[in-house]
RNA sequence: AGACCCAUCGUCUAGUGGAAGGAUACGGGACUCUGGAUCCUGUGGCAGGCGUUCAAAUCGCCUUGGGUCUGCCA
C-alpha cells in the first residue's frame, strides 16, 4: 500500500501536533495503559527480541502448520565433548520450548558404533543439566527407532524409491561425479522390488560383509545437489554398539536417521548448523516419501539452519580441541582453560553467565566471531551479584606498621557485598605485620597512581589510614624485602576523624591469620584473535599462549578453609575465585581465577 | 569451476518502504572505603554500483567479499 507524499505530511503533522500537546502526566498515563510491557524491567525486552527463527516460528503459528506447538531438541553425537558452541544451541533450543509453553528433547543420535561411547553419554547428560535447561523425562535414544527406521526403509524400497548397490566405495564415490559434472547410474539401480526386498533383509541378517552392500535411495544422479545423487541409506557395520549391543550389523546414515527421528519425536523446528543447509531437500524427500498408514504422510518437522558461534581468541572445533589435549597444551577436556562445559564449570563460570550471553547472541546465518569481552561482560555481570567479597594478597609484600602494638589483635566487621546486605558481614583480623599486594607498593610512582609510596597514606580497607614511612632493601640485591608504616588510630574503621581523605584504598591480609592457599591464574589460551586464520608459513600452533597458567602462593581469610569446592568469591581488587572442584583439597586448597575485574587503570 | 547460502558501528545485534536504535568495547565525566559496581555522556555502521519509488538498510539486478557441498562421519 502505497501513500502519496501529501497525505504522509498531513498524517506526521497530525502526530507531531497531538504529541506536542501532550502533558509529562498524560504521557505517563498513557504509556502505563497502552504499553505496560515498555514499563517493565530491561531483561524482559532482551529475550523478546527477535530472529529470524523465531518469525518462521510465529509464521507456523498463524497458519497452524503445527498446531501452534513448539518442540525442540538437541541431538548430540556421544563421541566428545560439549563445548560453549553447543551451550548457545541448547540455551537457545530449550528457550523457544520455555518461550512457547513446549517441551525440549535430548536425543542421543547414535547411529554409529564405530565412534560412539557410553561415557559420553553421560557426561553430555551431565552437562546438559548443569546448563539448567529441563528435558523432563525424554532422554532418548536414536537407537531407539532402529526398528522403526528398518521398517521404513523397507517402505521405501517397497515404493520402488530405494535399492541395493552392491558397488565398492570407490566405485560409488567415482560415479557420483563431481560438484561439476552430474553423476552415472549404478547399473544395480534397477533390480526388482523383490530382489531389493531379499538383498535388504540379507544385510539385515549379516549375510555381507562390511562394505559388500549398501541400501540406496534412487533419487537422481544428475541433480546439483551432490546429497540428491542416490545417497546411502544404510551401510553394512558388523561392530557392537553400545546399546543395541549385537542386535544389528546395519546402522541408518546421518540423513536418513535425522529426519525421521525428529518425525517420530514430533519435533517442530529441528535447528542445526549451517553446514546442513545442502542436506535440507534429502531431510523433506524421504520424509515426503514416507507414509504412516495408506495416503496419510508422517510427521513433518522444519529443518532450520544457523551459523554457528566463534569466539575470538579460542577454536572450538572438535578436532582443534583434540589438538590441545593430545599435544598437552592443557591439562585434558576438563581444564578450566578450554571452553568445554566442563572446563567452564571447573573454571568457576556460572550456568546463568552462559545461559545470558547464549540469548543474546542470536540465531542468525551470518558467520561470527564473537569478542571475548561481550562473554566476559555476562560473566562478570552474574558473578558481581553473586560472589561474597574477601580479602587476598595473591603477591605479598610485608609491612610492619612501627606503632601499632605488637602483640595486639583487633577485630572488624566487614560486609560481605557492597551493595547487598542481605549477604551479611564477615570479621577480620588486623595486626602489626601484615601483607599487602607488591603492586600495591611502588618507590617511585607515577602521577595518578593512587596507592602507597614513600611518604604517602593509604586507607587499608575497612581498618586504619597508613603512612609509608620507610623502605627496607636486601643490601645485595636492592630488592625491596618489607616496607614500615605508621597508623593514625582516629582512623579505626577506614574513616577519619578530621574529614581527611586518601585517594587510594588497598586490601590487606593479617600475617598472623592468613591463610595459605594455591592461586591458579588463567589467561587466554590463544595470543591472536582467530588463531585459524594463519600467516604465511605459520600454523595456528604458532598462536598458542606459552603463558596462559601462572601458579601463586597466596594469602586468603581463613574460614576459606572451610569452603566447599566449586564456591565461588571474589577476592577484592583481584578478581573472582573459584574453589577448584578436582584438585583442592583439605590440606592444599586451589583457587582458580574465573576472571579478572575490570581494570582501567591498568589499560594505560 | 557449478549450485546453494550470507553481508547493519571494532564485536554482537534491532530494524522488513517513511529521520539507523540497543548491548559490548573504547573515550570523557559524576559518584565511590574495590582504579570494581552504578549513573551521565561522547566516538563509531547499512560492502559497492545501477535500478524501482515521492521516499530504499529494507524491493530487483549486477559487482565484490565470505561461507557450504565431491565420507559407506554426524
Not at 506526521?12 to 504529541?19: F, G, R, S, T
Not at 577485630?411 to 588486623?430: A, C, I, L, Q, Y
Not at 602521577?447 to 589510614?465: C, W
Not at 571474589?570 to 581465577?593: A, L, M, P
Amino acid at each position: 500500500m502505497r501513500k502519496d507524499a501529501n497525505s504522509i505530511k498531513e498524517i506526521i503533522e497530525k502526530k507531531v501536533n497531538y504529541v506536542n500537546s501532550l502533558t509529562a502526566e498524560k504521557i505517563q498515563q498513557l504509556a502505563q495503559d497502552q504499553y505496560p510491557e515498555l514499563l517493565q524491567k530491561k531483561e524482559k525486552e532482551v529475550q523478546e527480541e527477535a530472529d529470524f527463527i523465531r518469525e518462521i516460528i510465529e509464521e507456523h503459528n498463524r497458519t497452524g502448520r503445527f498446531g501452534g506447538k513448539v518442540h525442540t531438541r538437541f541431538p548430540p553425537e556421544p563421541n566428545g565433548w560439549l563445548h560453549i558452541g553447543h551451550a548457545y544451541s541448547i540455551n537457545r533450543n530449550y528457550n523457544f520450548a520455555v518461550e512457547y509453553g513446549g517441551k525440549f528433547n535430548l536425543r542421543f543420535d547414535d547411529t554409529n558404533p564405530l565412534t560412539e561411547e557410553e561415557e559420553f553419554v553421560d557426561s553430555i547428560i551431565k552437562d546438559v543439566l548443569w546448563l539448567g535447561v529441563d528435558y523432563e523425562d525424554r532422554l532418548l535414544f536414536a537407537s531407539d527407532y532402529f526398528d522403526q527406521l528398518y521398517e521404513y526403509a523397507v517402505q521405501l524400497v517397497r515404493k520402488g524409491l530405494a535399492y541395493v548397490d552392491d558397488s565398492s566405495v570407490e566405485v560409488i564415490r567415482e560415479m557420483r561425479g563431481t560438484i561439476t559434472e552430474p553423476g552415472k547410474e549404478s547399473p544395480y539401480r534397477n533390480r526388482s522390488i523383490e530382489e531389493n526386498l531379499d538383498l535388504f533383509e540379507r544385510m539385515k541378517k549379516g549375510e555381507f560383509k562390511n562394505g559388500e552392500k549398501v541400501l540406496r535411495a534412487k533419487i537422481d544422479m544428475a541433480d546439483p545437489n551432490m546429497l540428491m545423487r542416490d545417497p546411502i541409506v544404510y551401510r553394512i557395520l558388523h561392530a557392537s554398539h553400545h546399546r543395541t549391543g549385537d542386535k544389528w550389523c546395519i546402522y541408518p546414515m546421518y540423513d536418513w536417521a535425522h529426519g525421521l527421528e525428529d518425525s517420530i519425536e514430533r519435533i517442530t523446528h529441528s535447528i542445526c548448523t549451517l553446514e546442513f543447509e545442502v542436506h535440507r531437500p534429502l531431510y523433506d524427500w524421504y520424509i515426503d516419501q514416507l507414509e504412516e498408514e495408506e495416503g496419510s504422510p508422517i510427521h513433518h518437522s522444519q529443518q532450520i539452519e544457523f551459523a554457528k558461534m566463534n569466539l575470538s581468541y579460542m577454536v572450538l572445533s572438535k578436532r582443534n580441541m583434540r589438538m590441545l589435549v593430545e599435544g598437552e597444551y592443557v591439562n585434558g577436556w576438563d581444564d578450566p582453560r578450554m571452553l568445554t562445559i566442563a572446563g567452564m564449570r571447573r573454571r568457576g563460570y556460572t550456568p546463568e553467565a552462559i545461559r545470558n550471553f547464549s540469548l543474546a547472541i542470536n540465531f542468525t546465518k551470518r558467520e561470527k566471531i564473537i569478542d571475548m569481552s561481550i562473554f566476559e561482560h555476562y560473566i562478570r555481570e552474574d558473578l558481581d551479584k553473586k560472589c561474597p567479597r574477601v580479602m587476598s594478597v595473591l603477591s605479598p609484600l610485608k609491612v610492619v606498621i612501627t606503632n601499632y602494638p605488637n602483640e595486639k589483635e583487633e577485630v572488624f566487621s566487614v560486609p560481605n557485598h557492597p551493595s547487598d546486605k542481605s549477604m551479611g558481614n564477615r570479621e577480620v583480623k588486623f595486626t602489626r605485620n601484615i601483607y599487602i599486594e607488591q603492586e600495591d607498593f611502588m618507590e617511585n610512582p607515577p602521577e595518578d597512581y593512587y596507592r602507597l609510596s614513600p611518604g604517602k597514606e593509604v586507607r587499608l580497607k575497612y581498618a586504619y589510614f597508613i603512612k609509608c614511612e620507610n623502605v627496607v632493601k636486601d643490601e645485595g640485591t636492592g630488592e625491596i624485602k618489607e616496607i614500615h608504616c605508621t597508623y593514625d588510630s582516629e582512623t579505626k574503621g577506614g574513616e577519619s576523624s578530621d574529614g581527611r581523605k586518601v585517594q587510594g584504598t588497598i586490601h590487606w591480609s593479617s600475617s598472623d591469620n592468613a591463610l595459605e592457599v594455591e592461586v591458579r591464574q588463567y589467561d587466554r589460551l590463544y595470543t591472536k584473535e582467530n588463531p585459524m586464520e594463519t600467516e604465511e608459513g605459520k600454523e595456528f600452533k604458532d598462536y598458542i599462549n606459552s603463558d596462559s597458567i601462572s601458579i601463586l602462593k597466596s594469602y586468603v581469610e581463613p574460614f576459606l578453609k572451610e569452603k566447599e569446592p566449586g564456591s565461588r568469591f571474589q577476592f577484592e581488587r583481584n578478581g573472582y575465585y573459584v574453589i577448584d572442584i578436582v584438585d583442592s583439597t583439605k590440606e592444599n586448597i586451589v583457587f582458580n581465577r574465573i576472571i579478572t575485574l575490570r581494570d582501567s587503570w591498568a589499560k594505560k
